[in-house]
């Protein structure tokens, strides 16, 4: 069996041949490589050090092929179209501009493809509903399979890409903080997209209010260098710039850290770090985009957000600081959650099995 997966992000590269990409998609295409698949991976490749925290996790590629859909346009659509061809199964990573183009070529060639539908901004009409029409199947995580059953039937629902497992929970019995500060988490990319300025602007405001917390920002992107160069500046301000974490064991202990992860994103499909945080009994304050709103209920196990305003931010957390029921109560909510979602849908790479043994028959 051959597959070629199209991911909607992109491969990192480094001297000498070594390429990296989020240690999510490397740990779903080992599982691959495990099942004796041979796999090839199409995606941009970009050529950056690992200063300011992009993806870590090497591919290797002596057992994983990688198509660098950054080259010439006349070489890499000969590059793809062989690609495409070669395949036993298409997966796209949908949605995004490459998924969407070699999709086409699967149309175009008449090639078996499935989807991971990972995010909302796909359109209700148009070609995109062709693709999924046509999808031999569509893996979906939470929030966004209502969107999709009017356009098929062939829906795979699967357990979040995350690290963390119903084994790795922890539900909080006692108070944290022993100097009473409100322990803030931000992880995901530091971008524009994420809410991470206002987020910047709202600590600021919670520092006028006279309000206790210490902040962290797990994570790198377009943003972490300027956020650093601003906190040297701004000393007073208590935010810690973690860079990227993708050691499990890490990443767990920033959420046992936490009072609250905060997640102030403009858009999303429904985002890992939820997952996780809850996992760990941590407080959610998000906004209700995507398929958030599938999942979180405000005032139940989260507390909502309008997108874009640093001062909803504060004032939302200034609420979680000064009413510690409320942060347990949510905390309790949202573990309860994410165990019943772990408990009754099946893992990303089991559904891909599924998909594969479907077409061995």
């Known amino acids: 069996m051959k597959i070629l997966v ?13 390429y990296f990409v989020n240690h999510h998609t490397a ?45 010439r346009a006349v070489t890499i659509g000969l590059k793809v179209l062989q690609a495409i061809w070669s395949a036993d199964l298409v997966y796209l990573f949908f949605p995004g501009t490459w998924p969407r183009l070699i999709g086409f070529g699967c149309l175009l060639l008449n090639r ?4 991971y539908l990972r995010g909302e901004q796909f359109s209700s009409k148009g070609f995109d509903v062709r693709l999924l029409q046509r999808a031999v199947a569509i893996c979906t995580e939470t929030g966004l399979e209502e969107r999709v059953r009017m356009h098929s039937d062939r829906i795979i629902p699967v357990a979040p890409m995350i690290d963390m497992t119903a084994q790795d929970a922890l539900a909080r019995t006692s108070e944290r903080g022993p100097n009473g500060s409100l322990r803030i988490l931000f992880v995901g990319r530091l971008e524009n997209a994420k809410g991470v300025p206002e987020l910047v602007s709202a ?7 006279g309000v206790s917390f210490e902040m962290r920002l797990v ?23 973690t860079g990227l974490l993708s050691d499990k064991s890490s990443m767990m202990a920033q959420y046992e850290w936490a009072d609250a992860l905060v997640l102030p994103s403009h858009h999303e499909g429904f985002p890992r770090v939820l997952f996780e945080a809850m996992i760990k009994s941590c407080a959610i304050v998000t906004t209700m985009v995507g398929g958030i709103p599938a999942v979180m209920r405000d005032g139940v196990n989260c507390l909502a957000l ?10 939302q957390l200034e609420r979680l600081a000064k009413e510690r029921g409320l942060t347990g109560a949510l905390a309790s909510a949202g573990h309860t959650t994410v165990l019943e979602i772990l408990a009754h849908r099946v893992a990303h790479i089991a559904a891909v099995q599924r998909i594969i043994d479907a077409k061995v028959r």
């Open 306 to 315: 309008p997108v874009g305003s640093s001062v909803a931010i504060a004032d």
């Open 6 to 18: 199209v991911g909607n992000g992109f491969t990192r590269y480094e001297e000498p041949g070594r």
């Open 112 to 115: 078996p493809f499935g989807i």
């Open 203 to 209: 600590a600021r405001e919670l520092k006028e209010r």
């Open 219 to 241: 994570g790198g992107g377009p943003l972490y260098h300027r956020l650093r160069e601003e906190l040297l500046v701004d000393s007073d301000l208590p935010i810690v710039l």
């Open 27 to 71: 740990d779903f295409l080992g599982g691959l490589v495990a099942r004796g698949v041979k796999v090839s991976l199409a995606q941009p490749v970009i050529r950056v050090p690992t200063d300011g925290g992009l993806n870590d996790a090497r591919v290797p590629t002596q057992e994983i092929e990688i198509i660098d859909l950054n080259r």
